[in-house]
């Protein structure tokens, strides 16, 4: 009866002895953040509670798509943060508005903020305040710079 | 006839005369004993001792307006005194001294009993033996004031669409609760037709008397509308005042100076017209009362001094529109217009030319949105109720190719591409045009105005930081002004002003040409 046992015992201790350890993956090393140089606010001065609909921003630099700024109230100042090259950027500006069955619709081309220039520089985080009026069909532009941090 | 019978003849014509007076029943010094008297009758009296007091009753058969004539009597100052049968007194006259005339006129009577008290205010007055004459006048009420008519309350039925007269007499009123003791005249004017109307108010003129013609509503006496234009002896003129029946208003007129005139009747002549929308719709002098303008013109007129004359222009298009209007001249008026939005903020004011010119506001770029225009008289002395100003206006879409006012600023330049040419104007008088373009790749770029005259422009070009590049004057005015640059891509804006403020054009347009080379 021993000698059927010792090897049972010694076969278990061994199988032990076998099996991995499992460890979690390495940490993925921290690569640098890169901190956003230009900021554009949309705001809204709306007349009514009823007119502040849910709209949003898209926007162009150098005609190609660059983000959106979240979608909020009109009124609310929604924000896009991005990392743009130095140098004289044509940005291009879509306001987008909730349509009448609610599915988000550009406002039509004579309102949307005319395209225009503007300088990004190097150390400086360029803010762009675009302030709507007029239900939307008039707006205003203005560019501000302040040092990055 | 033989010479002796004619003094037998005047003496016999005299005592005819006479015959057709009767004489006061003294003692008459207390309604209880009053002397009768029927309208259209006279009656001869003295005055016996300084304080004698004579009363007449006046038995009236019918509604009219009562009048009397008392002759002077020398050293007696005569005063005379109303009373209704409750004995309350209602108008009383003392318009002369010693020796002088008495008069009272306009008095509203229905049917029933009126007394008339005589008395003297000389205390040193001996002149028991010369007899006085009282006439007593019934005439036909309608049209005619009501005295006493002198406050609101009391105020007589004024004739629409008639005539009503009535008297600036006397000339102070005796009776009133204040001591000024202003006379003044108060009449009803009722429409009971529902609708709107136009109601005119000719006033006409009396000799040596200024008038001045007031509105007030009924419900607070709250003064809505003074007419006060013209001079002595002129006629008073109020013009398109608007009434949406059924409705009461209340007039007031007065003499400015205290002149009055018992001889010369005023006559007030109402006219009341459906509103046709051609004209004003008094009162209109604040923003609020505005007269809507929807047609192609509007006529009015700026009186009193200081009138504004407000209109309502709905745009009710979505679309880019511009609006133009134009404002007649009117003799010895420097007329200029306000265009505000609907909240009262001033847009544009429009102040091109001097008096006696017409004013031109060349271009408003608009779109759905409710605007406001007042016509007024710049110096807010001159007034005429008499001639009309005629406002017209256009609305008409917008095309590319235009300016599109307001420009005035770097924020609200207007866009303009490179390759493209826009026509504008430099007014009103201070206008400042901006504009605003995009270079996508470098090129040499000329920039050229064409010259308007009377306007020597100023071209100035910014970058897109604000930054001044470049500037250039016409060498004189009415001449074009232009030049050329290399531009990198950028955002650029052009500034384009005259070198005076007050250099403007409304007839020519300017050119503005943008080429890249």
């Known amino acids: 009866m021993r000698t059927l046992l010792l090897p049972l015992l010694a076969a278990l201790l061994a199988s032990c002895s076998r099996q991995q350890v499992v460890r979690p993956p390495a940490p993925v090393p921290p690569q640098a953040v890169v901190a956003a140089n230009f900021e554009v606010t949309a705001v809204e001065v709306v007349e009514s509670a009823e007119a502040d609909a849910v709209g949003f921003v898209k926007v162009y630099v150098d005609n190609e798509l660059a983000g959106q700024t ?9 924000k896009w943060q991005g990392s743009l090259a130095p140098g004289n950027r044509l940005l291009r500006f879509e306001a987008w508005t909730a349509g009448p069955l609610g599915e988000p619709e550009p406002m039509p081309e004579e309102f949307q903020p005319r395209e225009r220039f503007v300088r990004v520089e190097e150390g400086s985080l360029t803010k762009v305040l675009l302030r709507f009026t007029d239900g ?11 040092p990055l941090p | 006839m033989t010479k002796p019978g004619r003094p037998l003849l005047l003496l016999l014509a005299l005592s005819l005369c006479a015959c057709g007076k009767s004489r006061e029943k003294e003692p008459n010094d207390h309604f209880t004993n009053a002397t009768p008297l029927r309208p259209g009758a006279s009656v001869r009296g003295t005055v016996a001792s300084p304080g004698d007091v004579d009363v007449y009753k006046v038995d009236v058969g019918r509604e009219g307006a009562l009048s009397f004539r008392l002759s002077g009597i020398k050293d007696v100052d005569f005063a005379a005194s109303w009373q209704d049968h409750d004995r309350q007194e209602l108008k009383k006259f003392n ?4 020796g002088g005339d008495e008069e009272g006129l306009d008095l509203g009577v229905s049917a029933g009993l009126y007394y008339l008290a005589v008395s003297n205010r000389n205390a040193k007055a001996n002149n028991p033996k010369q007899e006085y004459v009282l006439d007593i006048k019934l005439e036909p009420g309608p049209g005619s004031e009501s005295e006493p008519n002198d406050t609101a309350l009391a105020a007589s039925t004024l004739t629409v669409g008639g005539v009503t007269r009535g008297h600036y007499f006397p000339s102070r009123n005796l009776l009133a609760a204040t001591t000024d003791q202003v006379e003044e005249d108060w009449f009803r004017v009722t429409v009971d037709r529902e609708g709107m109307f136009s109601l005119n108010v000719d006033v006409s003129e009396v000799p040596g008397v200024d008038g001045v013609l007031e509105v007030y509503d009924t419900a607070n006496f709250y003064k809505i509308k003074e007419v006060d234009s013209a001079g002595p002896g002129e006629p008073e003129i109020l013009r398109n005042f608007g009434l949406r029946g059924p409705v009461q208003y209340l007039m007031r007129l007065r003499s400015k100076t205290r002149a009055a005139n018992a001889m010369a009747p005023y006559e007030i002549l109402t006219e009341l017209l459906p509103y046709s929308g051609t004209t004003e719709f008094e009162p209109n002098d604040q923003r609020l009362d505005a007269t809507p303008f929807t047609g192609d013109s509007i006529t009015g007129t700026l009186s009193p001094a200081a009138d504004e004359d407000w209109y309502r222009v709905p745009v009710e298009t979505s679309d880019k529109r511009i609006l133009t209007l134009s404002l007649s001249a009117l003799k010895g008026m420097d007329l200029v217009m306000l265009v505000t939005d609907d909240l009262g903020n001033t847009i544009l004011a429009v102040d091109n030319a001097g008096k006696e010119s017409p004013e031109t506001m060349t271009g408003l770029g608009v779109s759905t949105g409710t605007f406001h225009v007042a016509v007024s008289e710049k110096s807010r002395r001159a007034s005429d109720s008499r001639k009309s100003y005629t406002l017209s206006k256009t609305l008409s879409p917008f095309q590319a ?3 599109f006012e307001l420009n005035d600023s770097s924020e609200t330049a207007q866009a303009l591409k490179v390759g493209e040419s826009l026509d504008g104007y430099m007014a009103p008088k201070g206008d400042v045009d901006w504009y605003e373009f995009n270079v996508y790749q470098g090129a040499d770029v000329s920039l050229e105005v064409t010259g ?8 100035t070009l910014f970058d897109q930081e604000y930054q001044e590049l470049l500037g250039a004057a016409a060498a004189r005015p009415g001449e074009g002004v232009s030049f050329q640059r290399r531009l990198e891509p950028g955002t650029y804006f052009l500034r384009l002003q005259p070198a005076e403020p007050g250099q403007n054009n409304v007839r020519d347009k300017y050119t503005l040409r943008l080429k890249a080379q």
Request: glycine share 14%; hydrophobic share 35%; aromatic share 2%.
């Open chain 2, 401 to 403: 190719g235009l300016e």
């Open chain 2, 95 to 98: 318009e002369t001294g010693a």
């Open chain 1, 70 to 78: 979240q979608a909020g109230p009109r009124s609310s100042e929604r």
């Open chain 2, 452 to 459: 308007v005259l009377n306007v020597k422009f100023l071209l």
């Open chain 1, 136 to 146: 939307g069909r008039k707006s205003v532009l203005q560019v501000g710079r302040e």
